[in-house]
């Protein structure tokens, strides 16, 4: 089964203690899309600039993201240059350009809206439930969004929770949207807005997941160096969305799995800049850190 | 299969967000003592005051924890006033009276000196060693230490860690010790100084472990109200170190499992201030929070 997935196509101009790099492609869907291909079709919406290289539209093509959605306009792809502290947990935004992506107003086209499996990356809750709106008969729904949205657009996103199925966002923004500083009671608020899921990204530290009757920690794969951190929870989610429709429903199991597998995929993004290591990844290399999973958490190794 | 531990007995006056409480039993020595005294019988070496109440000593007696080498000297028993912040992730000292812990000379008695299993809790290095010394024929012996000596008596503690097994720290000790920000280069850095595996305590987000040849992670045990962090890691060395004496071998198999029992200690002792929680403790509790933690990580469901 395919996967829709709305969202940002960036540009990013990066600088972390291990080198800087320029105008690298980047952006929530891109992440996503790149991650979720290693799993199932998938379907990307979104907007970019007449600038946009066509050796990208060949990159995303060859991994199988359908671009019909892709919306090329006049005028430039969005653009994001940030820095990292040395610690790698914090960054600075230092120029920002929406470019195209200011105007973005996602159309699903006719094979868009029979998705079954959608992701709406952090977007303005207004775009992600317009999507909603498109859609002929909903499956399994994700979304993601940010500090700003929870500030700015409270009730907007609150409805739009109560629409949605998987609820995946960070733990500092888990706190700010739900006002619990406890993790535990966050997740309990954040279940009766509507998702039936919420999983919790913890950065180093791994993901926890809450639903109304089990819980599920996945530590981060542990890594010497952690290259640069951009887009690992969207490459996160893209693994995750990728199980699952490859999978077809949606069991404890799958949902298990799935973290599993979006712990795997971010965990060798931020091995290289931007989507670097995904570019040269195999389904042989997903495999085997799967393994390494199991093995980092297994209580009762043979 | 008993255990020798050496370490502070203290009183503990503490301020949570959730209230305060005057003069609580507390200590590494303690804590750790009460929580292994589930799994194997303990043989304490520390030193309290002439003000050391009966009902104390009747409390750790009927733990099973052999006293015969608490050392009661006139004076007063050391005594820690602490106020954690809202987080409950940072505390401050607002007071410190050591009493006559500030002479305290580990002396092993000749059924002492025969231990297998030996937990050296956080004190001076130069402590520690000594009673490495004063030691028949050491088998597996676990420290702590912290920042203090890390700072103050860095070459004395190298030289100990060459002489233990298993080093159980914090991570921003471990990251202070081995001058590591990341902690998979940390870990690597302290096997390095003679430990044959490190255990890094992650408050919150639990425990990883290293040894040349193995990386073993599970989280906390998520909770909805910390009520006193106090002796949380203590108590996970006490579990820990029981554990691995009631298996009497250290296997993988056996080492990890001897992990989540430490966790499951340290998520009980939390949720009551000081002591309180193990006093009511069953094994019944500890082996249905175990089962807890089976289904809190496990990756394939059944």
């Known amino acids: 089964m395919s996967i829709l ?9 990066l600088q972390t203690p291990h080198g800087t790099v320029e105008r690298t492609l980047g952006g929530a869907a891109t992440y996503f899309s790149v991650a979720a291909s290693f799993f ?4 990307m919406v979104a907007t970019v600039g007449e600038d946009f290289p066509q050796e990208e539209i060949d990159f995303l093509t060859e991994r199988k993201v359908d671009l019909s959605g892709l919306e090329i306009r ?5 653009s994001w240059k940030g820095r990292y502290h040395d610690d790698m947990n914090q960054r600075d935004t230092l120029d920002l350009d929406l470019g195209v992506f200011s105007d ?5 086209g006719d094979d868009h809206k029979k998705a079954q499996y959608v992701f709406l990356a952090n977007i303005d809750p207004r775009l992600q439930e317009s999507v909603l709106d498109q859609l002929a ?3 399994i729904i994700g979304c993601d969004t940010m500090n700003h949205w929870i500030a700015e657009a409270r009730p907007e996103l609150e409805r739009l929770l109560g629409r949605v199925g998987l609820l995946v966002i960070n733990d500092e923004e888990a706190r700010q949207l739900s006002g619990e500083t406890n993790i535990v009671r966050a997740a309990r608020r954040l ?28 530590p981060a794969f542990p890594l010497e160096v952690v290259f640069d951190p951009t887009g690992a929870g969207d490459t996160f989610a893209g693994g995750l969305m990728g199980e699952i429709a490859r999978s077809g429903a949606l069991t404890e199991a799958t949902l298990r799995r799935a973290i599993v597998y979006g712990s795997v995929m971010a965990s060798f993004v931020v091995e290289d800049f931007g989507l670097g290591r995904l570019r040269t990844l195999t389904k042989e290399d997903i495999q085997k850190r799967f393994r390494q999973f199991v093995s980092l958490t297994d209580i009762n190794p043979a």
Chains 1, 2 share one sequence.
């Open 5 to 13: 997935v709305v969202g940002s196509v960036f540009f990013d101009s």
């Open 137 to 139: 008969a909903p499956g």
């Open 40 to 43: 199932a079709p998938v379907r």
């Open 74 to 78: 006049p005028g430039r792809t969005g």
């Open 104 to 108: 973005f107003k996602p159309q699903l």
């Open 191 to 218: 279940l009766k807005l509507g998702p039936k899921r919420i999983l919790i990204k913890r950065g180093e530290y791994g993901v926890i997941q809450f639903s109304a009757d089990s819980v599920f920690a996945v």
